[in-house]
């Protein structure tokens, strides 16, 4: 034991060990980088599979919302056979489906089968009603006139049936937007991208609105599968038409065109919509005196002067009663 410390402390074997030390550290430095491989190679090819995995989800996201291509069933089938499309044609519903949240071929086919249908069907009720059941001394000429009233309502009936969803549609949506954008902007702000930003925001927001979570899911998707997030931006503008989701929209176009701070525009906006919908509770708050005025009149004051001479006219009646007793006993 002696023989074998006394032979490592010798000055040739210490300087062979630090020899083999140094050769495996430079071989080990020089070849630890070989080994690694490219790190960033590697991270972009992840990056392109995530993406390539988000783009086939969204894309099955769009197809169950209605915007796959499938005009199947009876009534796209008679649709398309006797070519109302073109023989209605009007060039605005397809907007408006869509801010109605009616998205696909198939709303449009229903659309134009009860603009076909629906005339036909309220002329023929209103003709059996004024000519088989209840005249109402009616002249043929207003009898007539009534049997073309019903035929223009059957024709203009899914329009307003349309604009009513819509505008239903486009208030659920601005009622929940300014809050939307807080959040969008605290997620922007944390360091998200605007896609994850909006699959948050949509998947946060769907108790207090589900209209516009279903709207941000949509614009996910299409940030995801579209070449141009321009046209996600428009998609949502056109989607909704509200000026204040228009501008939010400009917004981040021109931020994702001139690369300017996406946290102060969406701030900004965010405040001009809480503005905007603190004026419509404003505005509605301020009419309402003139809206109670007729149910007031009509329920209100009968009752009121119910109240009021009631009881004078029951001791009026008391008194004329009590003066006719009398009378009578004289």
Known sequence: MVDFISSLTQPA????????????????????PL???????????????QRERLRRANRDALERRGLKKDNSGKISEITGKLNLQKMLEDPNVEQKLVQAGLRGPRPLAIFYFCRFVLPMVMALLAFVYI??????GLNPQMKIGAVVFGAAAGFYAPNLYVSNIA????????QAFPDALDMLLICVESGMSIEL?????????????????????LTTAELAYLQERRTAYENLA??????????VCLALMQAERYGTPLGDALRTMAKENRDMRMSEAEKKAAALPAKLTVPMILFFLPVLFLVVLGPAYIKYSEMQAQNQINTDVR
């Open 197 to 217: 930003a909006f699959a948050k925001v949509g998947g946060e927001i769907g108790a207090a609105s589900p209209d516009l979570a279903e709207e941000f899911q």
């Open 167 to 174: 505008q239903k549609r486009q208030q659920s949506i601005m």
């Open 13 to 32: 074997t210490l300087a062979s060990v630090l020899a083999a030390v140094a050769m495996f550290a430079t071989i080990l430095s020089v070849g630890m």
């Open 35 to 49: 080994l690694k491989g490219d790190k960033l190679e590697t991270r972009l090819k992840q990056v392109t599979t």
């Open 238 to 247: 056109k989607r909704t038409g509200h000026e204040g989701v228009k501008s």
């Open 131 to 136: 000519f088989l059941i209840n005249d109402m």
